[in-house]
């Protein structure tokens, strides 16, 4: 009676039943008990939950499927955004090439120019001095154009590495988000919205850096896109600052805002207010994954109609520590 009463009186528990043709099934089992003058009366209910259990198997195979198809949506999210950034900086350097071709060509027709006068023994002083000044103002040009285009090949390549990877390690958050904003300059320089950044350099982080640059590139192309649709300039802010083991990051923008409804339902796979016009809906539900999952932190949203939309952010200092 003491096992009876401590596992089965008065509650339901799953067994397994036995058919009469051999074949078994899962079935819910209740027991009660009543005293009778006489002695205990037993009382046992037994239900058939084969449909509940195969219901329950295929809800979990299901979740299990939309689970797989959202992951693989948002690595291609992901691909897609990292294929942008390809194409914005293999624009962005054909600039700085291409100056820099121009001023290499032109200092050789010049080169060319003054080695015949050397031949025919023409050179006077004055020909000379304006030789050496152009040779110093186009090397200066091609060695200005090329330190830019090898400065948007380094601050693409480290943000592409760290994106296309998971590994956390040490880094300066600062200086690392204006190289994510190099990356980003193509993007940037179709507008007139200005980009601010305060921290300070020395503050580090170890976390993943990749995840922390698909943040702030998903919520600047999400300002560029959604928050400033009708503004023709704007103010996007960011502010990190320390606290105790903690990093908190403010994100703002000066853009049209949102009502609360739209900034309740901001992280919510697959919604946008632009569904007609290519958004697939899953740029700040990635945010939000990433921030909550990858950097183990947590993320909030603030916005009003006509005044703009805030995110802050707060994740650990050193993701060792908080594992």
Same mark, same amino acid.
């Given at each position: ?7 089965? +009186? ?114 006077? #002083? ?18 200005? /154009? ?6 948007? +090949? ?17 880094? /300066? ?22 980009? +601010? ?112 939309? #805030? ?13």
């Amino acid at each position: 009676m003491k096992t009876l009463d401590a596992k089965i +009186i008065g509650t339901g528990r799953e067994v397994v039943g036995l058919r009469k043709d051999g074949t078994t099934f899962p079935m819910d089992l209740s027991v009660s008990v009543t005293e009778l003058q006489d002695g205990l009366l037993f009382t046992g209910i037994v239900r058939d939950i084969s449909e509940r259990k195969a219901a329950d198997k295929e809800l979990r195979n299901t979740l299990e499927t939309l689970q797989k198809t959202q992951n693989e949506l948002v690595q291609v999210e992901k691909m897609a955004s990292l294929g942008g950034l390809v194409a914005g900086v293999a624009h962005e350097i054909n600039t700085p090439v291409g100056i820099g071709v121009t001023a290499a060509s032109y200092l050789k027709d010049r080169s060319r120019e003054f080695d015949q006068s050397f031949k025919d023994g023409a050179i006077t #002083k004055s020909q000379l001095a304006k030789f050496i000044e152009t040779a110093e103002q186009s090397t200066t040009m091609i060695l200005t /154009n090329l330190t830019r285009a090898a400065d948007l +090949i380094r601050s693409f390549k480290q943000v592409a590495v760290d994106q296309t990877s998971s590994e956390p390690r040490q880094f /300066n958050v600062g200086p690392y988000l204006e190289e994510v904003l190099v990356s980003l300059r193509p993007q940037l320089k179709q507008t007139q919205h200005d980009v +601010i950044v305060e921290c300070d350099p020395e503050i580090e982080l170890n976390n993943d850096p990749g995840s922390l640059a698909q943040v702030v590139t998903n919520l600047v192309m999400n300002s560029l896109i959604h928050g400033f649709e009708g503004v023709e300039k704007g103010d996007i802010h960011m502010k990190v600052v320390e606290d105790g083991d903690a990093l908190v990051f403010e994100y703002s923008d000066s853009g049209r805002g949102m009502d609360e409804e739209t900034c309740k339902k901001i992280f919510d796979p697959f919604f946008t207010t632009r569904r007609g016009a290519g958004g697939s809906g899953l740029g700040m539900n990635i945010v939000f994954n990433l921030v909550t999952q990858t950097l183990r932190g947590t993320i909030s949203c603030e916005s009003a109609v006509g005044e703009g939309t #805030k995110f802050t952010m707060t994740f650990p200092r050193d993701i060792a520590q908080a594992a």
